[in-house]
């Protein structure tokens, strides 16, 4: 079984639409999770970190749900810059060297 | 600040051959890491070191070897490249904080062996 899970995609959604993604992971121990974001040919960029409470950066929401090892990314108001691959990211903590698990992403066309 | 720089940004390899890629972070983090990253596919972790003087095997190392003599510098060496190491090969690093381990990516180096 894969450490981490994505729906790959693709998303091909108008401007000012609301897209969700979903991201299981196999690990219950791991500690941190983020999304990062990778544009085409180009190297991943964090995003947000996902925090238990859920947390917001401006059109973006990121959940965590512990009990069932679900991350989800919700982008609103999407932007043709939004176009991109979201890569969702598990992080295993310090006594397991702190390595990081990464999905195969999931691709998001914004289209005009 | 530089942040986390790879070289070569591209190169073409002939079987058989070998390479090493250059990494070097400025960023004091004790964490490093060497992933590739196939078409359409997820990043896949090579090597990892927590620090100057320790490395460890990640999920793909057959083909690979590193190094960690200093804490900017982790180079990776290809002995003998084959075509299934062609490949995206990204390093990147971290550092341990509170609620945050982010990790910063160098550009990439694509590696195309023929």
């Known amino acids: 079984r894969k450490e981490v899970e994505q729906d790959p995609g693709p998303f091909n959604v108008p401007e000012g639409a609301t897209v969700a993604f979903n991201c299981t992971y196999s690990n219950s121990a791991s500690q941190s999770f983020f999304w990062y974001r990778q544009d085409c040919r180009k190297e991943p960029k964090l995003l947000m970190s996902v925090y238990s409470s859920g947390n917001e950066d401006g059109r973006f929401t990121a959940q965590l749900n512990r009990a069932s090892q679900y991350i989800s990314l919700l982008i609103r108001d999407s932007k043709l810059s939004d176009s991109a691959t979201y890569l969702c990211?598990?992080?295993?903590?310090?006594?397991?060297?702190?390595?990081?698990?990464f999905g195969t992403g999931t691709s998001l066309t914004v289209i005009p | 600040n530089a942040g986390v720089t790879q070289t070569p940004k591209f190169r073409i390899l002939k079987i058989g051959q070998s390479m090493t890629l250059q990494c070097t972070q400025d960023?004091?983090?004790?964490?490093m890491y060497w992933y590739r990253q196939d078409p359409g596919m997820g990043l896949k972790l090579i090597y990892y070191s927590v620090g100057a003087g320790i490395t460890d095997k990640g999920e793909v190392p057959n083909g690979y070897n590193v190094s960690r003599s200093t804490t900017e510098d982790f180079p990776l060496r290809l002995e003998l490249a084959a075509p299934s190491q062609t490949s995206v090969y990204f390093c990147?690093?971290?550092?341990?904080?509170?609620?945050?381990?982010?990790?910063?990516f160098g550009p990439g180096t694509r590696l195309t062996v023929t």
């Open positions: 960023m004091n983090h004790n964490y």
């Open positions: 990211v598990v992080n295993t903590g310090l006594n397991t060297g702190n390595q990081f698990y």
């Open positions: 990147a690093s971290s550092s341990p904080r509170v609620q945050s381990y982010e990790q910063y």
